[in-house]
Structures are given as structure tokens and as C-alpha cells.
């Protein structure tokens, strides 16, 4: 075989990589489509995060048009395939008013991390960056430690210095950052995060897993690709 075919075969098979990686990078580690890709994460400064005393976390404007609840595990797996496929699209919905988020973080996960509470400790992280209330920062940071960041079930996971390398990342304070490093709301969000998962137990029974995304009494099918439109109509 010449050198020139040698050449050629090896430029097709770089481009046919790079068709599978841009492909891979358009689809959610499910196979299913990634939602409005390329929107990224909250922009309007005009969305808002609140912690409240439960450790509730709503993001979303003062009037938005409807709020539903979303159950999850910083490590679950299922968790980071839902905000990956449908979080940009959510994001969207947010800004547009049409949508807000009351997220329920719980920690039942927390024996399948490297350090047996690191569910607990991004809880924490996540109610310090809140707390500050910026919507955008708030949302770039639940995107980056569901997606990018998230450390697989069984595996090792982030020590609070590296969550707080997120939260700066996300454009958070420093402050928030030294909340979040300093672990200044584990003892809190270990007990919040009881409180949710008792809420979601209560709802589902020995059946309670994440995620769960809820409006009302209505649990809705995340698997149903169309349901942050049917939601937002």
C-alpha cells in the first residue's frame, strides 16, 4: 500500500473520530437527544435563587408560571443523565419565566462515595451558593456538579476544596466559596437533607429513588422526552 492511500485512509478515519465525538458530545450518556444544546445554563440576572429553611432550593423568577419539585443525589447517576439531557432546556424555560425549580437534595448515596458523605458535603455546597442568590451562578453550578464534575456511584469523589474550586467556577464570591470549602452547612444540610428524603419517601413508599420530578401531586416521566414542553405550554 502507498504512503499517499496510507495518508488518506488515516485522514477518513480522523474525521469519521470526530463525527463520533461531536455526536457523542449532542447526545446524553443515555442515547437520548440533549435538549436545546447550546443554551447552557440560567443567563437573566432577573432569576433568583432562595434557600429555604429546610434546605428547599427554588431557582426561578418571583412570577414564574409554574414550580415544580425535583428530587436528587449529587452522585446519582440517573440525576447527571437528567440534567444533561434536559437541564439547557429547563434553563431556558426558567429565564423565559415559564418555569421554576424547587430543588430536594438528599443523601442516601452517600455510602456508594469515596468518603461516605460526599453527598452530604455538595448538599452543603449547594446551599451555600444558594444562599447568595444568584440564579445564574446558582444554576451554572448545579449544571457543572451534575454533569461534568459528578463523580460516579462507587468511585471517589470531591473533597471541599475541589467543590469550592466549582462554586468559583460558576462565578461564585468568595464568601460562597469559603462557605462551601470550610463546610460551614454540612451539620444543617445532613438534617435538610432528611427532610426531603422523608418527603420523597412519603410520596413514593420503599419505592423512593432519584430522580423524581414532581408538579403538584402529579409525578411526571422524565423518560417521556417532551416533558419539559408539556409542563411549559
Not at 419539585?69 to 439547557?88: A, F, H, K, L, N
Request: net charge negative.
Amino acid at each position: 500500500m502507498s504512503n499517499r492511500t496510507t495518508y488518506a485512509l488515516g485522514a477518513v478515519a480522523l474525521v469519521l473520530i470526530a463525527g463520533i465525538v461531536v455526536l457523542a458530545l449532542k447526545w446524553g450518556r443515555d442515547g437520548v437527544a440533549i435538549r436545546n444544546d447550546g443554551y447552557g445554563p440560567v443567563r437573566d440576572p432577573g432569576v433568583h435563587s432562595v434557600l429555604a429553611p429546610d434546605g428547599t432550593i427554588t431557582l426561578g423568577k418571583a412570577d414564574a408560571a409554574k414550580t415544580i419539585d425535583v428530587y436528587e443525589d449529587p452522585i446519582c447517576p440517573g440525576c447527571g443523565s437528567m440534567e444533561r439531557t434536559y437541564g439547557q432546556e429547563i434553563a431556558q424555560k426558567i429565564d423565559e419565566g415559564k418555569l421554576a425549580v424547587r430543588y430536594h437534595l438528599v443523601n442516601f448515596l452517600d455510602p456508594k462515595s469515596g468518603s461516605k458523605n460526599y453527598s452530604t458535603r455538595a448538599i452543603a455546597a449547594n446551599e451555600c451558593v444558594a444562599e447568595a442568590g444568584s440564579g445564574p451562578v446558582y444554576s451554572k453550578f448545579h449544571e457543572l456538579l451534575f454533569t461534568s464534575k459528578q463523580p460516579k456511584e462507587g468511585g471517589g469523589d470531591l473533597s471541599n476544596d475541589e467543590l469550592g474550586a466549582i462554586a468559583r467556577e460558576a462565578g461564585a464570591t468568595e464568601p460562597v466559596i469559603q462557605c462551601v470549602t470550610a463546610g460551614t452547612k454540612v451539620a444543617a444540610a445532613k438534617i435538610n437533607a432528611k427532610t426531603a428524603m422523608d418527603a420523597l419517601t412519603a410520596k413514593l413508599g420503599d419505592k423512593a429513588a432519584t430522580p423524581a420530578v414532581y408538579d403538584g401531586d402529579t409525578k411526571i416521566d422524565v423518560n417521556d422526552s417532551e416533558w419539559v414542553v408539556s409542563l411549559t405550554k
